[in-house]
Nanobody, 115 residues
């Protein structure tokens, strides 16, 4: 099973980016699918996740700015990031969770936000 993230890049503060995660196989293999990020010198943190039923959860720093969504037919998960801030700069990872464990990780995609 693979998760392939894409869509990273550079944006100015206040701008937007959309990350995509292509899941080989079926999204229903995971009870949760989500996006994590790791900034330089910091620990990896959960940004947002979405259940197989479509329920979403967001970290406080991104609430109201980021939106996670999924397309079950295409086996894709997206992260729409609006009103970007320099502190959103990080490597973003797509991941799958089963039985309470984030066990499946894609490669990261770098997001850089300039002030």
């Amino acid at each position: 099973v693979q998760l392939q993230a894409s869509g990273g890049g550079t944006a100015q503060a206040g701008g937007s980016l959309r990350l995509s995660c292509e899941v080989s196989g079926s999204l229903y293999m995971y009870s949760l699918t989500g996006w994590h990020r790791q900034a330089l010198g910091k620990e990896r943190e959960l940004v947002a996740d979405i259940t197989s039923g479509g329920d979403t959860n967001y970290a406080d720093p991104v609430k109201g700015r980021f939106t996670i969504s999924r397309d079950n037919a295409k086996n894709m998960v997206y992260l729409q990031m609006n009103s970007l801030k320099p502190e959103d700069t990080a490597v973003y990872y797509c991941a799958g969770n089963n039985a309470g464990s984030w066990s499946y990780w894609g490669q990261g995609t770098l997001v850089t936000v300039s002030s």
